[in-house]
């Protein structure tokens, strides 16, 4: 039976522990990251708040908008009928106003003729 003979590798295992741990002592600490401030954190909720009051102002600015475009719309139609009820009214007053001075006219003519 033949014997198998393996190299001797250097213990590699070793050597590179001790590189890494020379290298680690020559490295700054890690930074933990710090966990955020509750002044921080309140500031940032009163931020976005601001942002949510604003965008819940133009929200309703709009729909007012929509609401008194509307309103506008009515007064309009609403002056409109108007305007030819008393074009209406204008016409009988002129139309009553002739009868009254024809019918004073006949009456002042045949006034005249009975008393000649």
């Known amino acids: 039976m033949a014997m198998r003979l393996e190299p001797k590798l250097p213990?590699?295992?070793?050597?590179?522990?001790?590189?890494?741990?020379d290298i680690n002592s020559k490295l700054p600490a890690p930074k933990i990251p710090r966990e955020q401030s509750q002044f921080v954190t309140v500031g940032n909720q009163a931020a976005d708040g601001m942002v949510q009051a604003a965008e819940n102002a133009l929200t309703e600015g709009q729909n007012l908008v929509e609401k008194v475009k509307a309103t506008a719309?009515?007064?309009?139609?609403?002056?409109?009928?108007c305007e030819q009820e008393i074009a209406a009214y204008i016409e009988k007053t002129q139309a009553l106003g002739k009868d009254i001075l024809d019918a004073s006219k006949t009456f002042l003519d045949g006034r005249k003729k009975r008393t000649e």
């Open 11 to 21: 213990d590699i295992h070793h050597q590179l522990e001790a590189v890494a741990n």
């Open 73 to 81: 719309d009515e007064i309009k139609e609403k002056l409109s009928q």
